[in-house]
């Protein structure tokens, strides 16, 4: 005897309307969307422009920001705009944790191949922010504090995370940070930091040649698809890391970040 579904139809017709296109919960799917949105948009965005971007109905973006509010994921400001609450945050902080976890891997065959200190970095508002290193075997090697936070003009993994902003957004960070000279070749110009920007995007990577720290180089790459903007990074005393290394050095950089842009996708599903 052929099986038949004894559902009652609206009971049917809730469940996969509360079913999301990958097979999971779909208000689960649809708040996180809208907090990717909220941040995309600055982190504060009125409930008619939720309902713009994402095609959503107003009554459905409100009765997710409700429960995104009572969980402290979402705050409603005095304007009646939202805004991302204070308890991403901690979300955050151990993400970043994570993500250098998961690129230490990477990062050690950097070193193994190249011989140089490797690193990781995050833009974090206006920000360069280290989240993973793997120091060299040298012993004159290059040692930069995970946590570390230093202004993106100045580094080649700055350069190589800005490069895909633009030149606008870019004017607007070095605004707001200003441009210090750490040494004698530092850029201080956003005139000079924008066409640096354009040969980034022109050779695919970046360069710190005695901007940060005299007598260091570091060659940088962006590593695509990255969830948050990120950066891998390779550094040793300029008498090492010559051009001549970096046109050894960049081409396994990029197979390096293809790599950990892969890992990073990965969400670990498995079937069942």
Known sequence: MPSSDRRNPATAASTSASTGQSGGVQSLERAF?????????????????????????????????????????????????????????????????????????????????????????????????????????????????????????STGVGKALLAGSSPDEVRAVLARTGMPAATERTITTPEGFL???????????????????????????????SPTAAAISISGPAGRVTEAATDKFVPLMHEVAEQLSKALASNGATGG
Do not use: K
């Open 33 to 153: 969307d809208l907090l990717e949105r909220m941040a995309d948009a600055g982190g504060e965005v009125g409930l008619s422009e939720l309902s713009g971007t994402s095609g959503l109905p107003l009554p459905t973006i409100h009765r997710l920001m409700r429960t995104l509010v009572a969980c402290g994921y979402v705050r409603q400001q005095p304007n009646r705009r939202y805004a991302l609450g204070p308890r991403l945050i901690r979300l955050g902080e151990s993400s970043s944790r994570l993500l250098g976890t998961w690129a230490r891997p990477h990062l050690a065959r950097l070193v193994e191949e190249t011989g140089e200190t490797a690193n990781m970095a995050l833009l974090d508002g206006d920000e360069v922010v280290y989240v993973a290193q793997v120091p060299s075997r040298h012993s004159m090697r290059m040692f930069t504090e995970v946590g570390r936070r230093v202004l993106p003009h």
């Open 195 to 225: 066409a640096a920007l354009e040969h980034v995007r022109e050779v695919g990577y970046a360069t710190d040649d005695n901007e940060q720290e005299l007598g260091v180089r570091c060659i940088a790459v962006s590593v695509p698809d």
